[in-house]
């Protein structure tokens, strides 16, 4: 075999490689990161206050009123968003001050309904369980702090 043809077929294996590679890379789809990170708090205040059978699928109930809530005003803020920033495509800022004062409420809403969400679970615990809820109430800022891009 020759330098010429032995150089040709590594080339040419290195491409199919490379395009295998790239293929690969391009068509696999990665974990769900929204999935993950909402199983992982629930994960987290289910080990640390040592939730029974019975407490965790109530919790479980919490969880789900709290997403629908969140989601719903989350949808409102994005609406009232969507007004705000189309009065700069038509220059009519009669509103502008009262869509701003709209989302700061609804994002004040949100921040109650976590507020109320943590006091439901924290009716949950047992006696024996309120000083880990403390425990766990000082470390709710970093357990939800905002994800990073």
Same mark, same amino acid.
């Given at each position: 075999m020759t330098k010429t043809k032995f150089l040709t077929i590594g080339v040419v294996i290195l491409l199919i490689l490379?395009?295998?590679?790239?293929t690969f890379l391009f068509t696999k789809k990665p974990p769900h990161p929204l999935k993950f990170e909402q199983e992982g708090p629930k994960k987290i205040i289910i080990e640390r206050l040592g939730f029974d059978k019975q407490q965790i699928e109530k919790y479980e109930l919490l969880i789900k009123n709290h /997403? /629908?809530?969140?989601?719903?005003l989350q949808k409102e803020i994005k609406e009232s968003k969507n007004e705000l920033y189309a009065t700069l495509v038509t220059s009519d800022t009669s509103n502008v001050e009262l869509l701003e004062k709209e989302i700061s409420y609804l994002q004040l809403e949100i921040e109650k309904t976590h507020y109320q969400h943590f006091q439901d679970i924290k009716i949950l615990c047992k006696p024996n369980q309120l000083i880990k809820f403390n425990d766990l109430a000082l470390d709710l800022a970093k357990l939800f702090k905002p994800r990073k891009e």
């Amino acid at each position: 075999m020759t330098k010429t043809k032995f150089l040709t077929i590594g080339v040419v294996i290195l491409l199919i490689l490379n395009f295998g590679t790239l293929t690969f890379l391009f068509t696999k789809k990665p974990p769900h990161p929204l999935k993950f990170e909402q199983e992982g708090p629930k994960k987290i205040i289910i080990e640390r206050l040592g939730f029974d059978k019975q407490q965790i699928e109530k919790y479980e109930l919490l969880i789900k009123n709290h /997403q /629908q809530a969140i989601e719903k005003l989350q949808k409102e803020i994005k609406e009232s968003k969507n007004e705000l920033y189309a009065t700069l495509v038509t220059s009519d800022t009669s509103n502008v001050e009262l869509l701003e004062k709209e989302i700061s409420y609804l994002q004040l809403e949100i921040e109650k309904t976590h507020y109320q969400h943590f006091q439901d679970i924290k009716i949950l615990c047992k006696p024996n369980q309120l000083i880990k809820f403390n425990d766990l109430a000082l470390d709710l800022a970093k357990l939800f702090k905002p994800r990073k891009e």
